[in-house]
């Protein structure tokens, strides 16, 4: 039997000591880890690979911390965590709502970093970048986050994208609002079931050709949601 996976995690920081401690750390815990001192040797290392999870501060010499979110998410939908001595809160709020998933101010606790790493991580399933549905009528890009119906291609945001991606890693079967919450959302936003029910319907409008009556997107009442691979309704 081959050895699981380890997911890669890519720590973005110019200070050598935190690249040393945050490496260890996170090796400590079973990923692999790769480092880069700067913005453009982080996007060398995505030009090779692209890791499950990067870590990037804010305060960089040259490319700061936003220009190089801006350009990975150019490259891909990767999530990010934000590490940064930078504890303004319009800085937090810029970042969160820009490019990251997350956010923690140095000085920092490891045990804290390393939990909301977990977070993000369950939270960002591997599998299919690309989902096909009745038959090709409906293809989901997960990468690119866009989806095209008989209508055309839309654009989908990165909760959009992240629901999509938890229920197809259970296609066919029901998930739990709670397990959509938990994976979707993070604890951080008071996430309630109406984020839930509000984000399926905007998926609704986008995938189905009648919102009002989804042949691909089902409500399991009491239970939570379907995804389902045909064009068949249950």
Do not use: N
Not at 180 to 206: F, H, I, N, Q
Request: aromatic share 4%; glycine share 6%.
């Amino acid at each position: 039997m081959l050895p699981p996976v380890r997911p890669a995690i890519l720590v973005v920081d110019d200070d050598p000591s935190l690249l040393a401690v945050v490496a260890r750390r996170l090796e400590r815990e079973g990923y692999q880890v790769r480092t880069a001192p700067s913005g453009p040797a982080a996007l060398r290392h995505l030009e090779a690979s692209w890791p499950a999870l990067v870590i990037v501060d804010l305060m960089m010499p040259g490319m700061d911390g936003f220009e190089l979110c801006r350009r990975i998410k150019l490259l891909a939908d990767l999530p990010i965590l934000v590490l940064s001595a930078v504890d303004a809160s319009e800085a937090k709020v810029s970042a969160l709502e820009s490019y990251a998933e997350d956010y923690v101010t140095k000085p920092f606790d490891p045990d804290e970093l390393i939990a909301r790493v977990q977070r993000i991580l369950r939270r960002s399933p591997p599998g299919s970048p690309s989902i096909s549905l009745g038959g090709g009528q409906v293809e989901i890009d997960l990468a690119s986050r866009r989806v095209t119906t008989p209508s055309g291609p839309q654009a989908l945001t990165r909760t959009e994208a992240r629901m999509l991606t938890v229920l197809a890693g259970a296609i066919d079967r029901v998930v739990a609002t709670d397990t959509l919450l938990e994976r979707v959302w993070s604890d951080a936003d008071g996430a309630e079931p109406s984020y839930v029910w509000v984000t399926m319907r905007r998926l609704r409008r986008k995938i189905e050709s009648d919102p009002d009556r989804p042949k691909y997107l089902l409500t399991e009442r009491g239970l939570g949601y379907r995804l389902v691979s045909g064009s068949a309704r249950s």
